[in-house]
T-cell receptor, first 116, second 112 residues
Framework: GNSVTQMEGPVTLSEEAFLTINCTYTATGYPSLFWYVQYPGEGLQLLLKATKADDKGSNKGFEATYRKETTSFHLEKGSVQVSDSAVYFCALSDQGSGTNAGKSTFGDGTTLTVKP | ETGVTQSPTHLIKTRGQQVTLRCSSQSGHNTVSWYQQALGQGPQFIFQYYREEENGRGNFPPRFSGLQFPNYSSELNVNALELDDSALYLC???????????FGSGTRLTVV
């Protein structure tokens, strides 16, 4: 079945540092890939997505490139801010049929803390 | 546009009881999915509803059931609650064929 493996946290950085959170996946088809962010006490928010190989998703200074050859979708940001402190989830969606229809598979999340 | 709203926000139930959680989807979205998120883990897919029918299900027992209504809102019902059912239950809406969800803030269920 499908699976997503994320870099274990927690990750602690100083403000303006470079961020990378690694994500690799296993899927039988050609999934779409996502990064979601969860702030304390809230639900998940879609941060960015990529629907095919070599696509780059970007939003709010975050970027991730869909790498089919390495089955990866690493999240990067050049200069983090204190407000970026949150839990980040990598996910894939394989719009298959049958019981897997509509299912997204999530990693276990990586907690990022940015200190002033 | 309104987002996804869930109720209640918090709930405490006793083992063996039944619970109903509610979700109103984002305006314009016709598909609702439910996820269970245990502490420190990623969300696990329970099921998805489209056009008032279940069209996808994860590895959850039949005591987890749901409904979708003509206005696309949805309910998650859990019977015979177990201690391990304690988790954050997330509702997510989307448009059929689109990519990515809009999540609600969740219902925190505690089973004692």
């Amino acid at each position: 079945g499908n699976s997503v493996t994320q870099m274990e946290g927690p990750v602690t950085l100083s403000e303006e540092a470079f961020l990378t959170i690694n994500c690799t996946y296993t899927a039988t088809g050609y999934p779409s890939l996502f990064w979601y962010v969860q702030y304390p006490g809230e639900g998940l928010q879609l941060l960015l997505k990529a629907t095919k190989a070599d696509d780059k998703g970007s939003n709010k200074g975050f970027e991730a490139t869909y790498r089919k050859e390495t089955t990866s979708f690493h999240l990067e940001k050049g200069s983090v801010q204190v407000s970026d402190s949150a839990v980040y989830f990598c996910a894939l969606s394989d719009q298959g049929s049958g019981t897997n229809a509509g299912k997204s598979t999530f990693g276990d999340g990586t907690t990022l803390t940015v200190k002033p | 546009e309104t987002g996804v709203t869930q109720s209640p926000t918090h709930l405490i139930k006793t083992r063996g009881q039944q619970v109903t959680l509610r979700c109103s989807s984002q305006s314009g979205h016709n598909t609702v999915s439910w996820y269970q998120q245990a502490l420190g883990q990623g969300p696990q897919f329970i099921f998805q509803y489209y056009r008032e029918e279940e069209n996808g299900r994860g590895n959850f027992p039949p005591r987890f059931s749901g409904l979708q209504f003509p206005n696309y809102s949805s309910e998650l019902n859990v019977n015979a609650l177990e201690l391990d059912d304690s988790a954050l239950y997330l509702c997510a809406s989307s448009s059929q064929g689109s990519e990515g969800y809009t999540f609600g803030s969740g219902t925190r269920l505690t089973v004692v």
